[in-house]
């Protein structure tokens, strides 16, 4: 791995106003990861450069809208450990779960943990709505970068996140009309769109969104439905 590209992840979370020597711990992530990367789909991108600014700097960017400290995050859909994992390793105070269906995805992170010799970090194979039943409102946070319609994605999160809490929506700029079509989940599932973000991934031009969901009320027990519910009739 490049000294470049340490260099851009350094320079990204100084502007981040992060710990720039965490740069190193994800550098060798981004080696495990671009390495087996080679026998199993982890990533479309590969270039060190796009790995440094799409996956890492884009994940912490996450940093700018909430207070991870001290706090517990599950990622919902973290496939190969996007946003969470590069959060925790920017905050070693967080408690992160990471919640993927796919075993194959699942033994890489376990296996990166050990490498970085990670505390608190807590690596499940399961479906969404189904650790939600055993895991109801038990964190601060729930952050997605998932490529579900929001919809979905609030059946899915809500549910795992506490009262006063907050669920993290990475979206693209372009999902104003996926977010209207979002409101009657989220009020039904006792969130409400506290504020939607757009910036700028440190060390390039490229735009995002993150939509910040707070938890106001409890979910109703009845949900999250079954997936197959929840994709025939999105609330």
Not at 105 to 123: H, I, N, P, T, Y
Request: glycine content about 6%; hydrophobic content about 45%; proline content about 6%.
């Amino acid at each position: 791995m490049s000294a470049d590209m340490q260099t851009l992840l350094r320079d990204g979370l100084t502007a981040l106003q992060l710990p720039p020597d965490a740069a190193e711990p994800m550098r060798r992530y981004a080696e495990m990861l671009l390495e087996r990367n080679r026998v199993m789909n982890l990533t479309a991108i590969t270039s060190e450069s796009d790995v440094a600014r799409l996956h890492f700097l884009d994940s912490c960017a996450l940093t700018m809208f909430a207070d991870f400290h001290g706090k517990s995050v599950i990622d919902v859909g973290t496939g190969a450990g996007f946003p969470g994992l590069p959060l925790r390793l920017a905050e070693p105070s967080l408690k992160l779960t990471l919640l993927d269906a796919q075993r194959k995805r699942v033994d890489f992170l376990r296996e990166v943990c050990d490498a970085l010799k990670l505390s608190g970090v807590d690596c499940v194979q399961g479906r969404a709505e189904e650790y939600a039943a055993q895991n109801r409102e038990r964190f601060d946070f729930a952050v997605s970068r998932a490529v579900a319609a929001l919809p979905v994605l609030a059946e899915l999160c809500l549910p795992l996140v506490r009262v006063g809490g907050a669920f993290l929506a990475m979206k693209s700029v372009n999902c104003d009309a996926e977010l209207a079509s979002a409101a009657r989940a989220i009020r039904t599932l006792g969130g409400y769109v506290k504020r939607v973000s757009d910036y700028t991934i440190p060390g390039s031009d490229i735009p995002r969104r993150v939509v910040v969901i707070e938890k106001r009320h409890a979910t109703p027990s009845g949900y999250p439905r079954t997936f197959g519910k929840i994709k025939k009739n999105p609330l």
